[in-house]
């Protein structure tokens, strides 16, 4: 059992040495843009029993450095059971979202919706996770006459949690991908995300959650990069 914890613990030590390696090398290699972005969430998740669960988030982005906003939006989603840790699930979103380029600038009305498709199952210490994700976005008052062409992309995410015993930050991360497909566009893979951080979890309350998120384009000339900071507190009602 000691000779399973340690080599636990040296696959994330390496994990993560391989994450910190990959960021930097892709800094090295970036021609485009770099950002720093800020997310903040703040939620409900409510349990109505084994099987079903909803949950509504208020999220507020700031991009450019921090220094203007990006979007905001409201969601609303739902999980299904269906099996043991696998579930399916269901969001709409109403997006706010800033548009500060070109000659027409202000805040655009955004309507997106997702169908997911998600299995999680442990290896020792390990939680190893899995998420397939199909997303359909298009911005509201605005006809495909006028060039709203919708946004459809697909997602596929790999997540790793590592529980250390008597330790209640336990590290987290993810990998994730993205497919668009979208009339007008350069479509197939468009960008990935690694993630890092962890959750605090306040008994009888709630977690709070706390992260680094690098993304970068993909099959571009010019890929622009994006650091995120994230903030989260999701109170829970079971």
Do not use: C
């Amino acid at each position: 059992m000691k000779i399973n914890k340690t080599k636990n613990q040296l696959f994330f030590k390496l994990l993560v040495l391989n994450v910190i390696l990959f960021t930097n090398l892709n800094y090295a290699q970036t021609e485009g843009d770099t950002d720093w972005a800020s997310w903040n969430t703040i939620g409900v998740e409510y349990k109505l029993n084994k099987k079903w669960s909803f949950g509504l988030e208020e999220q507020f982005r700031l991009k450019e450095n921090f220094s203007e906003t990006d979007e905001f939006f409201t969601e609303l989603s739902a999980d299904y059971e269906l099996f043991n840790n696998f579930k399916l699930g269901a969001g709409i979103r109403y997006i706010r979202e800033n548009d500060n380029v070109g000659k027409v600038q202000g805040y655009e009305n955004h309507f997106r919706f997702q169908l997911d498709a998600s299995y999680k199952h442990d290896i020792n210490d390990f939680t190893i996770g899995y998420r397939l994700r199909y997303q359909n976005k298009n911005e509201l008052g605005v006809s495909y006459d006028e060039g709203d062409y919708v946004n459809q992309n697909v997602r596929f995410k790999t997540s790793v949690d590592y529980n250390i015993k008597n330790w209640r930050l336990d590290p987290k991360f993810s990998a994730e991908i993205f497919n668009q497909f979208q009339e007008g566009e350069e479509n197939g893979f468009n960008k990935y995300r690694l993630t890092f951080g962890t959750d605090y979890k306040i008994k009888n309350i709630g977690e709070v959650g706390v992260y680094y998120r690098f993304e970068k384009e993909l099959n571009v000339d010019v890929p622009d990069t994006k650091n995120i900071l994230g903030l989260s507190f999701i109170y829970k009602i079971k």
